[in-house]
T-cell receptor, first 113, second 110 residues
């Protein structure tokens, strides 16, 4: 069964450093998403991406965050200057059509120290 | 801003019995609802969905019920199996994003 692949599985970074989280969505999917889950809290929407541009973003997704689909297969989330409160599991998801159940990756655990 | 609420943080059920997980939402304009299952160290896995034109959708052991007037949905798992032990999230599709509830941890014991 096709999978959404995320790397790395765990990233530790110092506060103020830039991090890039990587995702390879399912190949025929057109809609791409990033969500995050702070430990013990609910899964929260960050951003949706379609046709090489952001469709919607949450208030969490401020100027420190950016997304990119650099080569037609990868989908990345960049945090320019990490803060302690950015520590969370970050999930990438993709879907062929909106309103269908997304396929999520296994996540990247980001720890900011 | 709790648009989606799962009031039971945990549920424990004996193998073979029915598990009922509940979810309430606030906005009557929502029209597409989903359930996800999540194991530790994995991403959420889509289970079943329902649109507001229906009040029931069934897929094998999983049935979702929607009560629009009460703004309530539930997931029934019959019969429950130990492999069903996971965290279950209800979610609402709203303008190109999913809004998740806080989750219910289901434990199915032998």
């Amino acid at each position: 069964e096709p999978e959404v692949t995320q790397t790395p599985s765990h990233q530790v970074t110092q506060m103020g450093q830039e991090v890039i989280l990587r995702c390879v969505p399912i190949s025929n999917h057109l809609y791409f998403y990033w969500y995050r889950q702070i430990l013990g809290q609910k899964v929260e929407f960050l951003v949706s991406f379609y046709n090489n541009e952001i469709s919607e973003k949450s208030e969490i997704f401020d100027d420190q965050f950016s997304v990119e689909r650099p080569d037609g297969s990868n989908f990345t989330l960049k945090i320019r200057s990490t803060k302690l409160e950015d520590s969370a599991m970050y999930f990438c998801a993709s879907t062929a059509r909106q309103v269908y159940g997304y396929t999520f990756g296994s996540g990247t655990r980001l720890t900011v120290v | 801003d709790q648009q989606v609420k799962q009031n039971s943080p945990s549920l424990s059920v004996q193998e073979g019995r029915i598990s009922i997980l509940n979810c309430d939402y606030t906005n009557s304009m929502f029209d597409y609802f989903l359930w996800y299952k999540k194991y530790p160290a994995e991403g959420p896995t889509f289970l079943i969905s329902i649109s507001s034109i229906k009040d029931k959708n069934e897929d094998g052991r999983f049935t979702v019920f929607l009560n629009k007037s009460a703004k309530h949905l539930s997931l029934h798992i019959v019969p429950s199996q130990p492999g069903d032990s996971a965290v279950y999230f209800c979610a609402i599709y709203n303008t190109d994003k999913l809004i998740f509830g806080t989750g219910t941890r289901l434990q199915v014991f032998p």
